[in-house]
T-cell receptor, first 118, second 107 residues
Framework: QVQLRESGPGLVKPSGTLSLTCAVS?????????WSWVRQSPGKGLEWIGD???????DYNPSLKSRVTMSLDKSKNHFSMRLRSVTAADTAVYYC???????????WGQGTLLTVAS | DIQMTQSPSSLAASVGDRVTITCRAS??????LAWYQQKPGKAPNLLFY???KLDRGVPTRFSGSGSGTDFTLTISSLQSEDFATYYC?????????FGQGTKVEIK
């Protein structure tokens, strides 16, 4: 059974950079899947942030593309996301997820709350 | 971006009721649609992909249908564990987008 678990700072100051990591167990991130980040805030509902393929290709939401970078660490079997220049609008629960071969999100982490505040 | 519009935004129903939720895409997405169930404090859980393909372990009282722009999620006989918020999501094109959710509450 694939399991994903997010980790992050919980609190980031405005204009700072958010870094989140998703540890994958029960499966390898080198498998033929896309690995994704999705966030959820009361104001905007569920928002897809972007994907990274096991080979390193990325696909980002155009609304966030200028601020986001995703990466893989195959030695640690985890993937990560950095979001620069954060504002209060980036306050949300951040989920990592796996996209199955059919491109839907079939496994999710439990989510981690990120608050942007000084 | 493809806009996904769900209706209703919320509904109240009783155990045993038949419940139908609709999702409309702003353009043709073929059958590139997923449905998720989310309970408070939990991550979304995949119910359907490809509009009508039930994910593993999902009870058969759930069904999905539709293609193109109009989609439906039906619960044939609502159970207590089905009270939750349901989301549709298109993966036809980037950016992937979600509906705003339909909250199913106890009447």
């Amino acid at each position: 059974q694939v399991q994903l678990r997010e980790s992050g700072p919980g609190l980031v100051k405005p204009s700072g950079t958010l870094s989140l990591t998703c540890a994958v167990s029960g499966g390898s991130i080198s498998s033929d899947y896309w690995w994704s980040w999705v966030r959820q805030s009361p104001g905007k509902g569920l928002e897809w942030i972007g994907d990274i393929y096991h080979g390193g290709s990325t696909d980002y939401n155009p609304s966030l593309k200028s601020r986001v970078t995703m990466s893989l660490d195959k030695s640690k079997n985890h993937f990560s996301m950095r979001l620069r220049s954060v504002t209060a609008a980036d306050t949300a629960v951040y989920y990592c997820a796996r996209q199955g071969s059919n491109r839907s999100f079939d496994y999710w982490g439990q989510g981690t709350l990120l608050t942007v505040a000084s | 971006d493809i806009q996904m519009t769900q209706s209703p935004s919320s509904l109240a129903a009783s155990v045993g009721d038949r419940v139908t939720i609709t999702c409309r895409a702003s353009q043709d997405i073929s059958n590139s649609l997923a449905w998720y169930q989310q309970k408070p404090g939990k991550a979304p859980n995949l119910l359907f992909y490809g509009s009508s393909k039930l994910d593993r372990g999902v009870p058969t009282r759930f069904s999905g249908s539709g293609s193109g722009t109009d989609f439906t999620l039906t619960i044939s006989s609502l159970q207590s564990e089905d009270f939750a918020t349901y989301y549709c999501q298109q993966y036809y094109s980037t950016p992937k987008t979600f509906g705003q959710g339909t909250k199913v509450e106890i009447k």
